[in-house]
């Protein structure tokens, strides 16, 4: 079963969240500052839990728009929301409305990338950021909100959360926020349990401070964890996910950590086995707060499992088969690799990272995966170069070594191991 990081990248410059719109009358702005004013409103109305308010925002929307959003408002109220907002975004799309769209909603229509930012109180460092793609109406000097789903046929999908798909509830302790939905609520003393101790042995394998909170969620079903994540891969064996959203409000930062667990596969195990699943897993939000946009996945799965699982990738059974039939590369596995091949190859994906942790490990110490990881990490603002360009430079910074150097020491070793 795999264990994966996947961070819903959602790119995209933004503008400043909870910007004040300047006191205009409709006649003298432009219709961006009163589209933001209309999203000024409802996301007010969510904070203050301003139900008539919410609704007024969505003025003749359609009815199954209305009542599905009214459904959203009811549950989000229900959690222990600390901050939202939502920031209307026009640096990377624009108006992506045709004319169609006025037609079929008979008025002056804007389809907008908005920024939609939820923070839970206690529990996020900072909100977490993902895109809605809402249909705007302008009636007669009057905005409403009337979609959400209009450039689905673009694969641009607002953002939908566990509680779009049924009821929520929450259990916490101890700095762990649980969500699950009513019929997994059995579940949920479980998980905590298992997550409090799993985060005891996290922190104390991986080398760097780490003391955030968690938030865990747990849908019902496949379709329902891919539609929260957006994937378009396989789910169905797959156990547990570290998300994260990406800001680019400063640089370059992941934030909204969440851990999704597919409940039907997770309890399939023994307690030991579970609690490992989430050493690997709360090893990845240890690097959140830190992490940059040179960060490869080999990275991210190697040091989740050498640390988090404490892997010695002595056993690789796949990366055997590889090098005995003559078709092992010598080069770390691409990012794809960890999606979208067939499982055999996933499996060698996690298997060659875990490995070359390990040949780090042996080579300069415990730390050194961990090291190198913090190094590539601080390869932050966004600038020139790919990505081996800058993993090259954190790697000959912190081991005095290039990463060219340390991958075909390591492609040598693995083929002398198995051959
Ligand atoms: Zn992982």
Request: with cysteine.
């Amino acid at each position: 079963m795999m264990r994966c990081r996947l961070s819903l990248f959602a790119a995209g410059v933004l503008l400043i969240a909870a910007q004040p719109v300047p006191a205009q009358t409709p006649s003298d702005s432009t219709w961006q500052q009163q589209a933001q004013k209309l999203l000024t409103a409802r996301a007010a109305a969510v904070q203050k839990g301003d139900l008539p308010e919410f609704t007024r925002t969505m003025r003749g929307a359609p009815a199954p728009f209305v009542k599905a959003r009214r459904q959203w408002f009811d549950r989000i109220r229900t959690l222990p929301l600390g901050s939202y907002s939502l920031t209307l975004a026009q640096d990377q799309f624009g108006d992506l409305a045709l004319p169609a769209d006025t037609r079929n909603y008979k008025g002056d229509v804007h389809i907008v990338q908005v920024k939609e930012r939820i923070a839970f109180k206690g529990f996020d460092r900072s909100p977490a950021e993902e895109d809605l793609f809402l249909t705007l109406r302008n009636s007669g000097g009057a905005w409403s909100v009337v979609a959400d789903t209009d450039r689905e046929n673009l694969f641009l999908m607002s953002m939908r959360n566990i509680w779009d798909f049924g009821p929520v509830q929450t259990t916490s302790r101890s700095g762990i926020l649980v969500i699950t939905h009513p019929a997994q609520r059995s579940a949920a003393s479980t998980i905590l349990s298992d997550a409090i101790a799993a985060r005891t042995t996290a922190r104390k394998r991986w080398p760097y401070p780490w003391r955030d909170p968690i938030i865990i969620m747990v849908p019902s079903t496949v379709s329902e964890l891919a539609r929260v994540l957006q994937t378009q891969f396989d789910l169905s064996s797959f156990v547990a996910f570290a998300s994260s959203s990406l800001t680019r409000d400063k640089d370059w930062s992941l934030t909204g950590d969440r851990v999704f667990l597919h409940w039907s596969n997770y309890s399939r195990y023994d307690t030991g086995y579970r609690r490992l699943i989430l050493d690997h897993e709360f090893t990845h939000l240890a690097t959140r707060a830190a992490t940059g946009p040179y960060v490869q996945s080999f990275m991210d799965e190697g040091t989740a499992q050498y640390y988090g699982e404490a892997a010695a990738g002595n056993a690789a059974p796949y990366t055997r088969t590889r090098v005995r039939s003559g078709r092992f590369t010598g080069r770390v596995p691409e990012d794809w690799f960890f999606t979208a091949g067939p499982p055999e190859d996933i499996y060698l994906a996690y298997e060659l990272s875990l490995s070359f942790i390990t040949y780090l490990g042996k080579r300069f110490g415990h730390n050194a995966g961990a090291r190198a990881y913090q190094a590539t990490a601080a390869e932050k603002p966004v600038s020139p170069g790919t990505w081996r360009y800058h993993q090259g430079l954190a790697f000959r910074r912190t081991f005095g070594v290039g990463f060219e150097s340390l991958e075909r020491g390591w492609a040598d070793a693995t083929r002398k191991a198995y051959r």
